[in-house]
């Protein structure tokens, strides 16, 4: 300590060697001051249940490397749920980033609005060269400030219509909307683009139409083989129309301003990008269309060892007929759900699975390539068959030649459920079933090469996976 009361300055070889201290003090500290500064700036990923280091580091366009040295990690770290790891080479970026499929109505100005972000970091983040990029079921990773209130869309606004009434039918301040959604002034609004506002719940639908409270699109992403629904909040005597690359399920007017159609995806459509149109008459006013792309990823499906049957079962007079009376018993619109809730396994356990939906199948050495429209059972647990949800025996038909002793059942709102290969009914046409009444037993019957049920659920004529039926709750 340097006593400056009694006037014994320091010798000047003192006080550069305090200055050089003093130096390399700074100095040792600087390259970490300006780690923890850089870090600060970062975006942050919270681990999910799942995650991998090589996932992430894909998933925002990194390296393990470089994750490992903006959050002064080691190797031996173990990855836990709930980690924050700071995502560098996304400078401009902050918040926490999350990933989602983007939905329908997406484009980089109204996700950047919803996430309060710029388009053009967006456009970085995710990679994404042209709007015409932004496929519904794409995922995209967007960054949400930790802090922020929920959002929720706010109604359309119409033309000759400005931000200015819709605030202040919500007594809302225009000039704090017109700030969240990047616009100048609350007058440079456009009718029928996508706002946002604050609110007590987010409820982040992309699209604004007139007369339509949300809309949501479910299942996404569309897979080879699956179920997609589209979910509409609208006025009364709302019509909607949805056509998904020639698809068109009708949509169902459930009574209490929520409209619903349910559609299929064939098991050997080409993945790749198609269109879905939307189309929206209200009552008073003409159409308002939109179409978007949506992306279609592939089902996976494994291939089936070659099969040996009956040669009548491939024969076409056969399957030709057989296939059209059956296409025409399922293409009806019950336009009620009979249903409710999960469905479950309509026979025992599923270790029986002994061939799974999608699987792509040859029968006796001929070239033709089939696939399987169904989950198939097997005989190892039980041989009772129970209805797998609420719904009415709509046909009860013995012996054909391709399923067999054939059940179907009418759920609503054009989802049916088939049993096939069946030994035995235990219902009969016309009668309503309760989910876990017993329907049947499994048999052999028909192109069967073993005992098993083959469960079939058909939307509109499609086949599509019933594991996705017993493993989410629809619509
Ligand atoms: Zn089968």
């Known amino acids: ?15 550069l060697t305090a200055l050089f201290v003093l130096i390399l003090v700074i100095l040792g500290l600087l390259p970490h001051q300006a780690a923890s500064a850089q870090t600060q700036t970062l975006p942050v990923y919270i681990v999910q249940s799942g995650d991998t280091l090589t996932d992430i580091a894909n998933r925002f366009y990194t390296t393990i490397d470089a994750i490992m040295s ?17 995502i560098p080479g996304l400078s401009g970026m902050k918040g926490i980033l999350t990933t989602e499929y983007a939905p329908l109505g997406a484009s980089l100005t109204s996700l950047a609005r919803r996430s309060q ?29 930790e802090n922020a209130s929920p959002v929720e869309t706010l109604p359309s606004v119409l033309a000759g219509q400005s931000l200015l009434e819709i605030a202040a039918q919500r007594r809302a301040n225009p000039w704090q909307i ?6 100048s002034d609350p007058i440079h609004a456009l009718p029928r683009d996508t706002y946002f506002v604050a609110a007590d719940h987010a409820s982040a639908g992309s699209l604004a139409v007139p ?25 009364k005597n709302m019509q909607i ?11 169902v007017d459930l009574g209490t301003g929520n409209y619903v159609a349910f559609g299929g995806i064939n098991a050997l459509k080409n993945p790749g990008i198609y269109p879905l149109t939307l189309e929206f008459t209200p009552s008073d006013s003409g159409a308002y269309r939109f179409v978007q792309y949506v992306v279609l990823n592939s089902g996976n499906f494994e291939t089936d060892q070659p099969l040996q049957v009956d040669p009548n079962t491939i024969e076409d007079s056969n399957v030709i007929n057989e296939n059209k009376v059956f296409a025409e018993l399922v293409s009806p619109v019950s336009n009620q759900q009979f249903w409710t809730g999960q469905w479950i396994y309509p026979a025992a356990d599923y270790d029986c699975i002994r061939s799974f939906f999608g699987s792509r199948r040859t029968y006796n050495d001929d070239p033709r390539l089939y696939y399987h429209t169904g989950l198939d059972l ?8 129970i209805a797998p949800a609420d719904g009415k025996v709509v046909a009860v038909m013995p012996d054909q030649v391709v399923r067999g002793n054939t059940l179907v059942i009418d759920h609503g709102l054009g989802v049916y459920s088939v049993y096939m290969h069946m030994a035995k009914f235990n219902v009969e046409q016309g009668q309503m079933v309760k989910q876990g009444d017993l329907i049947g037993e499994i048999g052999n019957t028909g192109r069967s090469v073993g005992p098993h049920l083959h469960f079939e659920i058909d939307i509109n004529g499609i086949p599509v996976n019933p594991l996705t039926w017993l493993t989410r709750v629809f619509p």
Request: contains cysteine.
């Open 117 to 145: 972000t710029q388009p053009a970091h967006l456009a970085k983040l995710n990679r994404i060269t042209s709007p015409s990029e932004l496929y519904i079921g794409r995922q995209i990773i967007l960054a949400f400030d």
């Open 241 to 251: 129309a949805a056509d998904f690359d020639g698809v068109k399920p009708p949509f």
């Open 211 to 235: 007369g339509v409270k949300s809309i949501e699109i479910n299942n996404l992403p569309f897979r080879q083989g699956n179920t997609w629904v589209v979910k509409v909040e609208a006025e």
């Open 378 to 385: 097997g005989y190892c647990y039980g041989i009772d068959i």
């Open 70 to 86: 903006a959050n002064n990690r080691t190797s031996a770290d173990a990855l836990s749920i709930g980690t924050r790891l700071y």
């Open 1 to 15: 300590m340097i006593d400056y009361t009694n006037r014994n300055l320091p010798k000047p070889g003192v006080v």
């Open 178 to 183: 017109s700030e969240n959604n990047q616009l």
